[in-house]
């Protein structure tokens, strides 16, 4: 004899829907906590444009003693590179072409900081490609997390006042001519009574001005002097 229940046709299952979300809300928050928890760290932003930039702390490759760069009062371009790319010498090269009308200026200083530091054969190769011209530092893991680096390239721009004024990342020409803009514009700030001071300088009313170098020409002069490669 058969005992068990006939099924009543039409009836349904219940659903208890506050047990249901309060299972959907804890399952929510056990996957949040395993992502946070196992997840790989992002990497940081680089400094915003007029904000401070964190302390710069390069490496001499040579004898891997720290070094601490003196840029108060300086326009700072630094640029973040690795000798890894296949195409890094001529990235250099662009890189000097785009600086070469800022060299001699006072006021100004440029950075190459390699990012090769934990691989000596690749800091070689920074130091080889990088020439006679400027010279190459290494940078430590905390230094690039710092600068929000990621993935070279990356060039900050720093006025005199301290603050970061632009951040660009690759090797374009139109990138490097608007950076070497920006930066000499900034200079030029830095010397404006430099510049006038010899334009605005009367000229004696004696005979011993014939004698004397025209004020302008000496001010021609040094503008030349500046915009010679």
Known sequence: MNDRPTPVPGARRRIDWIAA?????????LAWAAWLQFAPPTDPEPPSPGS???????????????????????????SFWSAASP????????????????????????IRAAVDAETPDRLRLATTLAGEGLPV?????ETRRAFGVGT?????????????SAIARGWGDATLVRLSRQAEAA????????????????????????????????????????MSP
Do not use: C, Y
Request: net charge positive.
């Open 21 to 29: 979300g309060m299972a959907l809300v804890t399952g929510v928050a």
């Open 52 to 78: 401070f930039p964190p302390p710069l702390h390069l490496v001499d490759p040579a004898d891997g003693e720290p070094v601490v760069p003196l840029t108060r009062g300086k326009v700072l371009w630094l």
């Open 87 to 110: 195409t890094a010498s001529m990235d250099l090269s662009r890189l000097e072409r785009a600086r070469a009308r800022l060299k001699g200026r006072r006021g100004f200083l440029a």
């Open 137 to 141: 530092f290494a940078t430590t893991p």
């Open 152 to 164: 070279p390239p990356l060039h900050i721009l720093v006025g005199a006042d301290g603050r970061v």
């Open 187 to 226: 200079i030029d700030d830095l010397e404006p009574a430099g510049r006038a001071r010899f334009a605005q300088r009367p000229s004696p009313p004696s005979v011993d001005s014939r004698r004397t170098r025209n004020p302008s020409d000496r001010l021609n002069a040094v503008n030349s002097s500046r």
